[in-house]
């Protein structure tokens, strides 16, 4: 016996003409941004797909019915999950409602692995996937990090998916003790589909990049600040260019001396000589570009305790992991300092040698993301719902 599903005080529209046939789950600004990708790519195999999401405004823009904008609430960390669990468990349980009064052919989760793997164990446990004896095969695009930490979830994943499309390569070996059918479809910064907002220009500005939840930006972003005020004072004559310009980042800004800063919409194209950047999505951008810098990071004093002894990895930037080097010397928690992140700035502008590491490291990223892929995301797609 199936348990019964909850009733609930928020629910999500129903779906626009009809049966949808995909509904997308994204819930961060960068799985937006890639599921937009895949939607813009499966709409031209595929002209007249039915796409519902929860996503943000870059699937709304591509094509989709959006439902409701996960990435309004994104948040990062342990203390910060429990502060907003009321309502990620209310929009979990209006999700599995949804499916199981709309059905769709068949469900695409994008990354966000803490809500999106429960979602796929809860559709199985209700029976609604064809994994728990249901009728919709559940998708996953971008594979949680398993190669980094948590490697057991790949079993768990197996009972609960129907099959993935990962952007790294070398994912692909890391399910081949698994039953879960796995393809590359290239990286999305790499194969065309997303080009790039950002390049090196020697004699350019220096970019601070705090990321896209507005908590990571609250701690973050005034360590970028405090190293490039240090920077500045101590000789630095760079403008700063601050990409993501949210209430948050003006908030901070208000309360800063003066200084010339840019503010830059996310998606303008912006040529930099160095970056102080998060962990995130943007930092990789600039590794691929070839960008000189550093990544600075600051979270909640009990999250960062608890990934001290949850995560076992030497870096937290995802290019750092890749070339198993610091390509971007990290700064967390209170290492983040604005002598240290002002001494960055200056030696990724004047520091020929440290110029050219990054271009070398950059060139080594490249072709290691650059291996052929079996096809591309929205043919992956077009693929399974054809099937």
């Known amino acids: 016996m199936k348990p019964a599903l909850k009733q609930l005080p928020f629910s999500l529209p129903p779906p626009q003409g009809g049966r949808p046939d995909l509904l997308i789950v994204a819930g961060e600004h960068s799985g937006d941004q890639h599921a937009a990708l895949a939607v813009r790519e499966l709409r031209a195999l595929q002209p007249g797909v039915r796409i519902s999401a929860l996503g943000g405004p870059a699937l709304a823009a591509a094509g989709a019915q959006l439902l ?6 994104s948040v990062v960390g342990l203390v910060e999950v429990l502060k907003n669990f009321g309502h990620f468990r209310a929009v979990f349980h209006a999700t599995v409602r949804w499916i199981e009064e709309h059905r769709p052919r068949a469900v695409c989760l994008v990354d966000y692995p803490g809500f999106n793997l429960r979602l796929a164990k ?4 209700h029976g609604l996937s064809r994994k728990g004896g249901g009728a919709v095969p559940v998708f996953y695009y971008i594979s949680p990090q398993i190669w980094a930490w948590k490697a057991g979830r790949r079993f768990e994943m197996a009972e609960t998916l129907d099959a993935m499309a990962v952007i790294f390569p070398f994912e692909v070996q890391s399910y081949a003790d698994t039953k879960l059918p796995v393809a590359f479809v290239g990286h999305p910064f790499v194969s065309g589909g997303e080009p790039s907002t950002v390049s090196y220009d020697p004699a350019g500005p220096v970019l601070l990049l705090p990321g896209s939840r507005r908590q990571a930006v609250a701690r973050i972003f005034p360590a970028l600040l405090d190293g490039y005020l240090w920077y500045r004072n101590d000789g630095g004559d760079r403008e700063a260019v601050v990409i993501y310009p949210d209430e948050e980042v003006r908030a901070v800004l208000a309360r800063t001396a003066v200084a010339p800063f840019r503010l830059v919409a996310a998606g303008e194209a912006v040529g930099a000589a160095a970056v102080l950047t998060s ?3 943007m ?3 600039c590794a691929l570009a070839g960008i000189p810098g550093a990544i600075a990071y600051r979270t909640n004093p009990l999250t960062y305790f608890m990934a001290r002894r949850l995560v076992k990895v030497p870096f937290i930037g995802i290019a750092n992991l890749l070339l198993n080097e610091p390509m971007y010397p990290e700064f967390i928690q209170g290492l983040a300092t604005p002598a240290r992140l002002a001494a960055q700035l200056q030696a990724s502008v004047t520091d020929r040698n440290r110029i050219l590491q990054t271009r070398t490291q950059a060139a080594r990223l490249q072709k290691l993301l650059g291996e052929p892929a079996a096809g591309s995301i929205g043919a992956w797609l077009a693929g399974h ?3």
Request: glycine residues 10%.
């Open 385 to 387: 719902l054809a099937g």
């Open 68 to 73: 409701h904008d996960l990435t309004a609430t």
């Open 283 to 285: 930092s990789m951008r």
């Open 279 to 281: 962990s995130g999505t």
């Open 122 to 125: 809860a559709l199985r446990k």
